[in-house]
């Protein structure tokens, strides 16, 4: 967001909820979202001991691994737990200190009874036998416009043609990983991720695909905005709703669409 805002980016891939945060601090050239990528969050929840039949009030007293306050995949964690009666501060004890990189290694190394991972932490941990994957929080939220490509509203006004080709790009992206299976897929990434055998990119892929994370087109629909905005003001993070309007553009996804 910050290349973005400064020029040294035209094209930015990021939370959606970081358009809605620098709406009213950019009003006359605000960024607007024209293609969303993925429409679940990525994160697990990770037990140290297999749980059967897991339920989130199985958290209750419970030490966990979370994120930081106000980022994305602590609010949808937050969520979830209300959603469920619980209540994040009072219920368990959610520790935010750790950096986001190194949970899965203070998981791994004794700290907290659960912790909240992306991939290929999750993975990496099971593989370990270190934590079991006990819930998606991905599922459990709901459809949330978890990334989506944006840009100034003065960008987007001025190279239409341009950003209609990156679309469809992203579009003939999005047909592949329709019409191709977790193992096609995880050959044709395999080289961006090198440090990661072939194996455990299938096991993730596979894990994602599963669970209807990428979307079929990239039109980013109003309900999904609504959901990110009920997650923020649950949050404590919104101060005022924007509307869809403003923030989300469907021209250049509904014509890749087609």
Known sequence: MTAVL????????????????????????????????????????????PVENFQWSDLKGKDVLGGRKGGM????????????NLDPAADMNIDQSIDFGATAAAFSGGQGDFTVEFEPGASTLEKEGAGYVVASLGID???????????????????????????????????????HTPEEIAKVIAPQFKETDLED?????TRYYEQDTWKKDLIFEEPSFTLLQDILEEAGELEQRVPYSELVTTEFAEKAAQ
């Open 6 to 49: 400064s020029g040294e980016a035209d094209i930015g891939f990021m939370g959606s909820e970081s358009s809605i945060y620098v709406y009213s601090q950019n009003p006359d050239d605000y960024i607007v979202n024209f293609a969303q990528l993925t429409q679940r969050a990525g994160n697990f929840l990770v037990a140290r001991e």
């Open 73 to 84: 995949p602590q609010m949808v964690f937050e969520y979830i737990l209300k959603k469920n």
């Open 141 to 179: 939220s709901g459809y949330v416009p978890y990334t989506a490509y944006s840009a100034k509203q003065s960008f987007l006004k001025e190279h239409p043609e341009l950003v209609q080709g990156f679309t469809n790009a992203l579009q003939k992206g999005m047909d592949y990983v329709q019409n």
């Open 201 to 205: 990119i299938t096991t993730i892929v």
